[in-house]
T-cell receptor, first 114, second 114 residues
Framework: AQTVTQSQPEMSVQEAETVTLSCTYDTSESDYYLFWYKQPPSRQMILVIRQEAYKQQNATENRFSVNFQKAAKSFSLKISDSQLGDAAMYFCASPGYQGGKLIFGQGTELSVKP | DTEVTQTPKHLVMGMTNKKSLKCEQHMGHRAMYWYKQKAKKPPELMFVYSYEKLSINESVPSRFSPECPNSSLLNLHLHALQPEDSALYLC?????????????FGDGTRLSIL
């Protein structure tokens, strides 16, 4: 079965600093996508960044970037210049074998200290 | 602004009530999803509709009944729910199912069963 693992239940970062959230996954697919979603308290799930597995270049969206290590099946999220609004649950996700099913990790709760 | 609209935002119902959750998107997406989410946990997939046909049912109890009247609208009919069904119910949509396209989530309906 496909699995997505986030080993850090909670993380904390000082405002303006950089933090990296870890994610590992398991798949036998050769072509797949990986996603990071952000869910602030009591608010909607928002797509932060997407990585296509066949692309060697790491995806970047403003202050958010990924470190994609395909051989190691690792997909970490780096947040630079952390802001108070970055405080949220972050979920790593990968599509499952069944069309449409998204496999989520257990989440990492990020707090940002002023 | 959220592009997936869910109503109501909050719902309190007794175990004998019948109610419905509604989800609407106007992005032309052909795949729509229902998820159940408990606090600080990842969303759990319930149903997937692809081109208005039910394609995945994750062994959800029959007290939850999905309906997709057209490509923009998704309903979840609730009847005789149990206290453990109290949760945040998220609707999502994507261009097509299959995992290559990211899912866009609504704000959710927070459901409480008395």
């Amino acid at each position: 079965a496909q699995t997505v693992t986030q080993s850090q239940p909670e993380m904390s970062v000082q405002e303006a600093e950089t933090v990296t959230l870890s994610c590992t996954y398991d798949t036998s697919e050769s072509d797949y996508y990986l996603f990071w979603y952000k869910q602030p308290p009591s608010r909607q799930m928002i797509l932060v960044i997407r990585q296509e597995a066949y692309k060697q270049q790491n995806a970047t969206e403003n202050r958010f970037s990924v470190n994609f290590q395909k051989a190691a099946k690792s997909f970490s999220l780096k947040i630079s210049d952390s802001q108070l609004g970055d405080a949220a649950m972050y979920f790593c996700a990968s599509p499952g074998y069944q069309g449409g099913k998204l496999i989520f990790g257990q989440g990492t709760e990020l707090s940002v200290k002023p | 602004d959220t592009e997936v609209t869910q109503t109501p935002k909050h719902l309190v119902m007794g175990m004998t009530n019948k109610k419905s959750l509604k989800c609407e998107q106007h992005m032309g997406h052909r795949a729509m999803y229902w998820y159940k989410q408990k606090a600080k946990k990842p969303p759990e997939l319930m149903f997937v509709y692809s081109y208005e046909k039910l394609s995945i049912n994750e062994s959800v109890p029959s007290r939850f009944s999905p309906e997709c009247p057209n490509s923009s609208l998704l309903n979840l009919h609730l009847h005789a729910l149990q206290p453990e069904d109290s949760a945040l119910y998220l609707c999502a949509s994507s261009q097509v199912s299959g995992g290559r396209k990211p899912q866009h989530f609504g704000d959710g309906t927070r459901l409480s069963i008395l």
